[in-house]
């Protein structure tokens, strides 16, 4: 079954790299998505059809848990998987992520492998392949 | 604990390995950067108090910011604009500052990177600074400066 993903981040360089990663990374995508804050997302979700979404935890306008927030106030956006890409290890903001209802919580720097992982962990769907571990310098 | 600035090297190291498959090495002072160098500027802001805080600035040569952009997206070096490069640098800053703030430990808030024109005045006396770290990165220098918000101990 193919997937709409969104992705979420301020950054261009960023958001070109997960659009990478997720090509290589072997997991179907009907449809993938970007936006620049949380505001932003909540507009592309209210257009578009999402399974996933993978959001920066620092951003401006609104971040990170202020968009999880959102979403768990909304009953259908509730059931959509998480995760939470921070710099930060710190525990504050890992565990706020969980409690507001991240599915999954990604540190960066992470390798396209660990995003390929947590995005399947986070879509319930078994690891067959492993494409993106092969997957190195300037070689997405 | 480590300091503030052993925590700042580490991070620098662990990112630019990880992310960017570049290995920086430590530097002798080597004069002044030159003007087309481009500067990230990000503050760390202590949360229990109004005033205190750190304010990171990066310099970036040329060289260094297209090979961190190729290496970070997989593009070739004719793919890139000054946007792109830019934009990885800001991430490249965001995701260091982060990495620090988890080693060293401390409670402070990250701002956001801004890029800035710094007065070469101001580089030149600031790269002399024991607070300076001073980079080669496959021959492309690279600069990082932590600087005390409002002169206090760094």
Request: charged fraction near 20%; include cysteine; aromatic fraction near 6%.
């Amino acid at each position: 079954m193919p997937y709409g993903i969104l992705v979420v981040d301020d950054s261009s360089s960023a958001l070109m790299m997960y659009r990478k990663i997720i090509e290589v990374s072997g997991i179907p995508v009907r449809e993938l998505t970007t936006a620049r804050n949380g505001q932003e997302a909540l507009q592309q979700l209210a257009l578009h059809s999402i399974d996933l979404i993978l959001t920066d935890l620092h951003m401006p306008v609104m971040d990170g848990l202020q968009l999880l927030e959102h979403l768990a106030a909304e009953p259908k956006w509730r059931p959509i998987p998480v995760i939470m890409i921070t710099s930060e290890g710190r525990s504050e903001a890992v565990e706020r992520s969980k409690a507001l209802g991240a599915a999954g919580v990604l540190q960066k720097p992470f390798t396209p492998e660990e995003v390929r992982r947590v995005m399947l962990d986070c879509l319930g769907v078994q690891d067959h392949g492993n494409t993106a571990s092969s997957t190195e310098k300037g070689d997405f | 604990m480590e300091t503030l600035l052993q925590a700042l090297k580490k991070a620098i190291f662990s990112v630019f390995e990880k992310m960017f498959f570049l290995f920086p090495e430590e530097a002798t002072p080597t004069g002044t950067p030159a003007p087309d160098w481009q500067w990230v500027a990000i503050e760390l802001r202590e949360t229990a108090a109004a005033s205190g805080g750190y304010r990171l600035e990066f310099g970036f040569s040329p060289s260094l910011g297209r090979e961190m952009a190729v290496n970070f997206l997989g593009l070739d070096e004719g793919d890139l604009t000054d946007e792109i490069v830019t934009a990885t640098l800001h991430e490249a800053v965001n995701v260091v500052t982060g990495n620090l703030l988890t080693a060293c430990g401390r409670t402070l808030d990250m701002g956001l990177p801004e890029r800035f024109a710094p007065d070469p005045a101001a580089v030149r006396q600031r790269a002399a600074l024991p607070t300076a770290t001073h980079l080669l990165v496959e021959e492309s220098p690279c600069l990082v400066l932590l600087l005390p918000l409002n002169g206090g101990p760094v």
